[in-house]
Structure formats: structure tokens, C-alpha cells
């Protein structure tokens, strides 16, 4: 699986956009992007993923840039419950799969 | 929703003792994982399964092993537990064939080795 890079942490101000950058600049053609998060003292939870489309849902925005070789997850508005480490990973698509999650970035929502 | 529940949330055990981590889910999906995850150094894949009696390594496998018996099930299992082996265990499942891939996580079983 490809590997990614992701800034350490980060802050932003609540009710304002989060926008997580992603580097993948090794991604093969058939590897998705995945994002995960993680609140403090809970697992993981998924976020969004997507292969080369721009993806939306009712938590984030996943924007991939037309090269593949990185990505932005936004939060639209962000909260304080949304302050947690937030993980990219990329990973061949199909049926016998493992996700390796990185260090991710510590996202940092201020009042 | 799916559930992933762990068997215990804080475990404090001696070195050299044997110790049984449980997982189990309930939306019968294929693959189950272990990972441990330690400051610093994320979430690193232990063992997962794609099947009942099948097991695959992860990138740290050593020092560890597991069962999966029944489909709901997937145990870690530490032979003689160190004081290394002290972390946060975090069990995930999936489906085979998802379309999202997504992994459903536990809450985690945090490990003290004594």
C-alpha cells in the first residue's frame, strides 16, 4: 500500500472549515483514499473514502486532486467534538484487505 | 449499527503471565483485526483474519497470537505477556466485500504488564 504523509497537527476555530491535507504521491492506480478518525480514548471511525472522484457525506468532504497524489478532507464546520487525530490512509481496493494507519494529524478545534 | 465489543477495557496482568484478549462482532462479517496502538507510533496492524481458521500476519506479529474459531470471534492471545506488550489493543471487523471497505473499531482494551 502506498504511503502517506500528513501534517503532525493542526488548529482551527470552531464553526470555521478544516481542511486535513494528505500527500500519496506513490498511489497506484487502484488504491482508494481512506480517512479515519480517532476522539480521544475511542477507536477509530471511519470518515469518507474515494478512488479519484471528489466524495461527499453527511461528515466531510474528501476533495482528490486530479493527479491522485494528494488529497483534503474538509469539515465543513467544524466543532470541539471534532478535535481528534484524523488518519489517510490508501489501500488496494478488492476483497482480502489490511488498512496500516500512519501517525495521522491531531486536529485541534479552539472555542 | 454494528457492534465490535472487546471483552475488557483495562487489564493489568504480571510478565510471564498468558493473556486472553477477547473480540467479538455482531454483523457477521468476514475479516477481524487486532492492531496495538502506543503514543507515538499510531496504530500498527498485529494479525487479522478473513475467515474461521484463517489468520494472517501484520507488521508486528511477534510475541502475539490469535483464534478464530467462530465467526464472531477473534481472540489475541499474549504466551508470556512483558512489560513491552503494555498498550491499547484495539479489535476491528469488516465486511469481505464491502463496498466502503470500512472498518468498525472497539473501544479498545488497555493492557498493563507488571
Known amino acids: 500500500d502506498a504511503k502517506t504523509t500528513q501534517p503532525t497537527s493542526m488548529d482551527c476555530a470552531e464553526g470555521r472549515a478544516a481542511n486535513l491535507p494528505c500527500n500519496h504521491s506513490?498511489?497506484?492506480?487502484?488504491?482508494?483514499v481512506y480517512w479515519y478518525r480517532q476522539i480521544h480514548s475511542q477507536g477509530p471511525q471511519y470518515i469518507i473514502h474515494?478512488?479519484?472522484n471528489n466524495e461527499t457525506n453527511e461528515m466531510a468532504s474528501l476533495i482528490i486532486t486530479e493527479d491522485r497524489k494528494s488529497s483534503t478532507l474538509i469539515l465543513p464546520h467544524a466543532t470541539l467534538r471534532d478535535t481528534a487525530v484524523y488518519y489517510c490512509?490508501?489501500?488496494?481496493?478488492?476483497?482480502?484487505?489490511?488498512?496500516?494507519f500512519g501517525k495521522g494529524t491531531l486536529l485541534t478545534v479552539n472555542p | 449499527d454494528v457492534k465490535v465489543t472487546q471483552s475488557s477495557r483495562y487489564l493489568v496482568k504480571r510478565t510471564g503471565e498468558k493473556v486472553f484478549l477477547e473480540c467479538v462482532q455482531d454483523m457477521d462479517h468476514e475479516n477481524m483485526f487486532w492492531y496495538r496502538q502506543d503514543p507515538g507510533l499510531g496504530l500498527r496492524l498485529i494479525y487479522f483474519s478473513y475467515d474461521v481458521k484463517m489468520k494472517e500476519k501484520g507488521d508486528i506479529p511477534e510475541g502475539y497470537s490469535v483464534s478464530r474459531e467462530k465467526k464472531e470471534r477473534f481472540s489475541l492471545i499474549l504466551e508470556s505477556a512483558s512489560t513491552n506488550q503494555t498498550s491499547m489493543y484495539l479489535c476491528a471487523s469488516s465486511l469481505l466485500r464491502g463496498q466502503t471497505g470500512e472498518l468498525f473499531f472497539g473501544e479498545g482494551s488497555r493492557l498493563t504488564v507488571l
Open positions: 506513490t498511489i497506484s492506480g487502484n488504491e482508494y
Open positions: 474515494g478512488l479519484k
Open positions: 490512509i490508501v489501500r488496494v481496493g478488492g476483497s482480502n484487505y489490511k488498512l496500516t
